[in-house]
């Protein structure tokens, strides 16, 4: 059989929070340290999906520094992984654009993270972005370019990657079947971590409202003054209803993925301590068992963050290793379609 080829990627649009690592980066660190030595691991920092929205360049740049340094603060190994920008490595782009002349576009229309991202100008089309319309098709290129074995990504990525399967299997149809490796989609055990002030929709980088996300890089007294105010109920002792409590059950799952397995296996475990303590006593709790997580994450990222030769250094490795990753692939393709 082939051997493993993981890939996953985050969008350097801010300092990754609770969801992001819950989610997805606390995964990619445990397949990096169970891997067998002949998986290859590749964590990309995924530059050009963050521009399908407008964003500062100052910021932008920022962001890429800062992400790079969390990475390596959540415990990612750059002499085992391949940690690096996707910029830096035109495959991505190239690939991109040969697998666009096969893709649907009746099918990326489908798309739900399309329509949901456009459903208020859906009448105004001089506003929606070629980019933000057709980034599946690079998600896929990212993936397809490292023949991909396995993707670690959290619920709202499957689709992207199911689609990612259909241009591979099109692409090895009408052209010659060995070319690209079906990629399969490692779907989190973690719950999606909800938002602290809108259980209704999912943790994010850009929700505009701050209280919304515990970052990685928070300290104890922000911890506690964000759970504090995270959005509960007064319907008494902890109980765990997704449907109906959604702002409690969210706390809890967030304590029982911190925890991962460790004091807890499953969520009643951490209901039988919750709904024995007031909702304040509850909540201080909460935001204990999440500074705990977040504390070493935070320490690490501090020490790394300054400094900015060790930061280029790896980064450039990275995408030096990300591009001999890329070639034979690319290479095989460009012959393939006559370029
Ligand atoms: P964001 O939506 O916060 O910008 P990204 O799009 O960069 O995050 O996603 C990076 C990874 O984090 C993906 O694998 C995604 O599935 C996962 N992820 C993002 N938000 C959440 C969340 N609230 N809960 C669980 N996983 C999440
Ligand atoms: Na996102």
């Not at 990309?44 to 790079?68: C, F, G, N, Y």
């Not at 999606?192 to 209280?211: A, I, Q, Y």
């Amino acid at each position: 059989p082939r051997p493993q080829v993981i890939f996953s990627g985050i969008q350097p649009t801010g300092i990754p929070h609770l969801g992001n690592y819950l989610g997805a980066l606390q995964r990619w660190v445990q397949l990096q340290n169970d891997a067998s030595p002949e998986t290859t691991l590749i964590y990309s920092l995924v530059d050009l999906h963050a521009i399908t929205v407008r964003q500062d360049p100052r910021q932008l740049r920022q962001w890429k520094k800062e992400s790079l340094a969390m990475l390596l603060a959540i415990g990612l190994d750059p002499n085992r992984s391949i940690i690096f920008h996707q910029s830096d490595v035109p495959a991505h782009a190239e690939l991109m654009w040969i697998l666009s002349c096969q893709a649907s576009t009746g099918y990326l229309g489908r798309m739900t993270q399309w329509k949901d991202k456009t459903a208020n100008e859906r009448e105004n089309s001089e506003k929606l972005k070629l980019g933000l319309f057709s980034y599946p098709v690079l998600q896929a290129a990212d993936v397809l370019l490292h023949q991909t074995t396995h993707v670690p990504v959290g619920h709202d990525q499957a689709q992207h990657l199911e689609f990612a399967r259909e241009l591979a299997s099109g692409f090895n149809h009408v052209y010659r079947e060995d070319i690209f490796t079906y990629p399969e989609t490692m779907i989190s055990p973690a719950k999606r971590v909800m938002s602290l002030t809108d259980p209704s929709v999912k943790m994010s980088k850009s929700h505009s409202n701050p209280k919304s996300r515990i970052l990685l890089t928070d300290d104890k007294q922000t911890i506690e003054q964000k759970i504090k105010q995270a959005m509960t109920d007064s319907l008494g002792p902890v109980t765990y209803d997704p449907q109906s409590r959604a702002g409690v059950s969210n706390l809890l799952d967030i304590v029982l993925h911190c925890d991962a397995g460790q004091t807890y296996q499953t969520v009643d475990d951490i209901v039988s301590i919750g709904n024995r303590l007031s909702l304040k006593a509850f909540k201080e709790w909460v935001a204990e068992r999440i500074e705990q997580t977040v504390r070493p994450i935070c320490e690490r990222y501090a020490d790394i963050v300054g400094e900015q030769k060790q930061l280029d250094r790896i980064a450039e490795e990275g995408a030096e290793r990300a591009r001999a990753s890329a070639r034979p692939t690319l290479h095989r393709v460009k012959e393939t379609v006559g370029l």
